[in-house]
């Protein structure tokens, strides 16, 4: 990365010029100007094979007027850091901005595909839009970057969304999601996720994929990993996290082997259902939630009183039923006492109460 998503994961420690964002250092509270020359330095200095321009990113939800904005000052950052790689042989790859606005993203990639850089990035997903509006903006802007260069994804994501990218065109991608998701204990397979910290897999002594060739699935079983993540033990993360960047690999693999042969629309038709599930073994049941107790009935409803006792108002007159003792008193002193319930069934007595009038219904309702 070239210090884009520190712009925009930093707000608060930062400030924005032409020159370049000026950090504040946590360190020693010094500020530290970052500049499309000084990215461009740095990355040549640690030997990036690919080098990615300085690149301004905000929220995808932001107002068109703080896009365009971010857009241009990008495409002008882009030309900077253009010039600072010189006559160095890695690559260096340009980043399309412009949020969800489809005219600011078709204006981005035309600026900067009249320039050679070796590949192009989308810039700015992931950070805010919602699955649907990501997978509209990947389709069109796809299809506005040159073919015979790569065209990268960047910050994305499940295995799912790299299948859906894939079929609207991308060829790479980056993201934290296989060692993120693997400190949660989610482990991703062909046939979707799995919750290993689920107290299903307690006993499982299976791998998590029996199809997975990794040093992983051909070492553990199930049952082990659930008690490493259950303890948050680092050795869990660490396992589920190779399984997972080894089914990455697979998949990628995959597709690649299918567009080559011309049946990646078949695969994609396939597979989708597939990387979309989640415990498929064991699903997840939902949990058996208590109705809600209902609070009117007609031209009733449950009035709580100025004491904080509940008693019934009906709802046309405003009358209010046994406005002045609580119902669970009067109750006990009509029907208990009254009627020595409690002795007389102490004696496994029969009792029979009858009575029809309001007040009775008002206070069982109440």
């Known amino acids: 990365d070239s210090g884009g998503f520190q712009i925009f994961a930093m707000p608060n420690d930062r400030s924005m010029s032409e020159e370049g964002a000026k950090f504040l250092s946590y360190v020693d509270g010094k500020h ?65 901005q ?42 069109y802007a796809a299809a506005m970057l040159p073919t015979d260069r790569p065209r990268y994804l960047m910050g994305v994501g499940t295995p799912i969304d790299l299948l859906e990218a894939v079929h609207r065109g991308m060829d790479m991608f980056d ?22 910290r689920r107290g299903a897999y307690r006993d499982q002594e299976a791998a998590i994929d029996a199809n997975c060739k990794c040093k992983v699935c051909t070492t553990y079983s199930r049952a082990y990993l659930h008690q490493l993540i259950k303890t948050q033990e680092p050795l869990g993360r660490t396992l589920v996290g190779i399984h997972n960047i080894h089914f990455y690999h697979e998949l990628m693999r995959t597709m690649r082997e299918h567009i080559l042969a011309d049946t990646f629309l078949a695969f994609y038709e396939a597979t989708r259902p597939w990387l979309a599930a989640s415990d498929e073994e064991f699903p997840v049941k939902k949990p058996n939630l208590r109705p809600k107790a209902a609070t009117e009935l007609g031209d009733y409803e449950v009035h709580r009183s100025s004491a904080g006792f ?30 020595r319930f409690l002795e007389r069934i102490a004696k496994e007595e029969e009792v029979v109460i009858w009575d029809v009038g309001m007040g009775a219904a008002a206070n069982v309702m109440a």
Request: hydrophobic letters at 40%; glycine letters at 6%.
């Open 175 to 196: 993201c934290i999601i296989p060692t993120a998701h693997a400190e949660q204990g989610v482990a991703y397979t062909w046939k979707g996720k799995i919750l290993l």
């Open 310 to 339: 509940h008693n019934i108002r009906q709802k046309s007159s405003g009358e209010i039923m046994h406005s002045v003792i609580p119902p669970e008193e009067e109750a006990f002193a009509l029907y208990v006492n009254q009627s």
């Open 32 to 96: 530290i100007l970052l500049t499309p020359e000084r990215s461009i330095e740095t990355q040549i200095a640690i030997g990036s094979d690919i080098m990615m321009v300085l690149d301004q990113c905000v929220p995808s939800t932001v107002d068109e007027s703080i896009a365009r904005a971010a857009m241009e000052l990008s495409n002008r950052w882009a030309l900077r850091s253009l010039a600072a790689r010189g006559d160095s042989p890695q690559s260096m790859f340009a980043i399309v």
């Open 98 to 139: 412009g949020a969800c606005y489809e005219n600011l993203r078709r204006e981005s990639a035309a600026f900067l595909s009249q320039h050679p850089f070796d590949g192009f990035a989308l810039g700015g997903l992931a950070v805010g839009e919602s699955k649907q509006e990501r997978e509209d903006t990947v389709e």
